[in-house]
């Protein structure tokens, strides 16, 4: 079967709205336009009811209840209202926040403001696989430690953090559990109670659903104190101010629900594609290495390092694909990637990381036909390296 080019195989920096999502959504652009805090009216009643029921969809995908939910603008604002509102409300308790180094630029970045506010802020390190150390995370715990801030699976090479000990590290000690889980959502089963997390982030756009939407999970028993950072009319609790995003809201309960239905069948389906990709790129290449953990890693992410061989030249040969060469967000940037040089990665090697990632719409014909342009491109940019030569 002939396969539509460009192929899509960067489902980790953003995914298509499934047509599912997209036709649930549409007629709260249209018809049903509602603002959801107009209380005197059909059209605002209609409104109110479907974030009502995204609210629930959104809280069943990770074992919450629907009054736990703030919807946001995505993770990013999630992470900034979780990390700088948890550390504001609790100054007087201490000041001390933990987190690790191949966090997401929102995590970090909050981390970083609040270090000009007083903060102190604890950045643990990764071994070789991207993993945190759990003996160290117990030891760096202090009695001013106020919130622990550790995303369950990281973008870049699909790590995923052993989040069941974290938690329970976490409510040993009392300490309040923040998860970043936009890369989660949808692939790993995440459930808030038996993880013992106390706040957590997801965004719509990285499974099949809207972008600039996303919520954040807040515990209700007991309920973390939390202070806003948007004020106006008291939205979300007074957590979120600002007139709802319906039709994305209503997207990303659709994406939820989906997801949920799926989420099996979908992880055997993507990891078997995946498998096929790792297993014919590193027999048909030599030299191929992979960056992340063999297996504790998210099943659409095969993020590879061919030696001899810069990742953006690579791209650019293969316009008719669509990949990511170190990270998307500092791809603008020629520095290599933070998270794989925090994983001991050699700064050759880390130029040369591609991050294949797979989802929902990849097919087996793809997967065949990107293993093919692959190949054929790294072999072109070996044989016209005059280093990569020399050293075979
Ligand atoms: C994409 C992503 C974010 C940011 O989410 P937005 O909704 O795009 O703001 C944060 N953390 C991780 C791990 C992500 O992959």
Redesign the pocket.
């Given at each position: 079967m002939p396969v539509d080019l460009p192929i899509y195989m960067d489902n980790?920096?953003?995914t298509r709205v499934d047509p599912l999502v997209l036709n649930d959504m549409l007629p709260y652009f249209a018809d049903r336009f509602g603002n959801a805090a107009s209380r005197t009216h059909e059209f605002g009643w209609t409104a109110e009811s479907a974030v009502e029921d995204a609210r629930e969809q959104t809280a069943s995908i990770l074992n919450a209840t629907p009054k736990e939910i703030v919807f946001t603008?995505?993770?990013?604002?999630?992470?900034n209202l979780a990390i700088k509102g948890v550390a504001q409300a609790n100054q007087s308790r201490g000041s001390h926040i933990i987190t690790q180094v191949t966090?997401?630029h929102?995590?970090l970045d909050s981390c970083v403001a609040l270090e000009r506010h007083g903060f102190e802020v604890t950045v643990l390190l990764v071994d070789e696989h991207g993993l945190i150390d759990l003996d160290q995370l117990a030891d760096t715990i202090r009695d001013d430690t106020i919130l622990v801030t550790l995303?369950v699976?990281?973008?870049e090479v699909g790590t995923i953090q052993p989040l069941n000990e974290i938690g329970r590290i976490c409510a040993d000690r009392g300490i309040l559990f923040h998860t970043?889980a936009?890369?989660a959502i949808g692939k790993v089963p995440i459930d808030v109670d038996a993880m013992q997390i106390d706040l957590l982030?997801l965004?719509?756009?990285?499974f099949y659903g809207p972008?600039?939407v996303?919520a954040l999970y807040v515990r209700n028993r007991p309920r973390p104190q939390v202070i806003a950072q948007m004020d106006g009319g008291g939205h979300e609790r007074g957590l979120r101010s600002g007139t709802m995003n319906v039709p994305g809201i209503v997207g990303l309960g659709s994406a939820c629900r989906y997801a949920q239905s799926e989420l099996d069948s979908e992880a055997d389906r993507v990891r078997d594609l995946r498998d096929s990709l790792e297993a014919a790129l590193t027999t048909q290449l030599d030299g191929t290495h992979l960056n992340g953990h063999p297996d504790r890693r998210l099943d659409g992410n095969l993020n590879l390092s061919f030696e001899g061989v810069d990742g953006e030249s690579l791209l650019m040969g293969l316009k008719d694909i669509a990949l990511s060469s170190g990270s998307a967000c500092t791809s603008a940037s020629l520095e290599p990637s933070y998270v794989l040089r925090a994983m001991g990665v050699p700064k050759e090697l880390a130029q040369s990381s591609t991050r294949f990632g797979l989802g929902r719409f990849n097919t087996a014909e793809e997967v065949e036909y990107v293993t093919g342009r692959v190949v054929e491109e790294v072999n072109r940019l070996r044989e016209i390296s005059p280093r990569y030569r020399s050293a075979t």
């Open positions: 980790l920096a953003t603008s995505g993770a990013t604002e999630s992470s966090e997401h929102a995590t995303m699976a990281n973008n970043d936009a890369q982030s965004s719509g756009h990285k972008k600039g996303g």
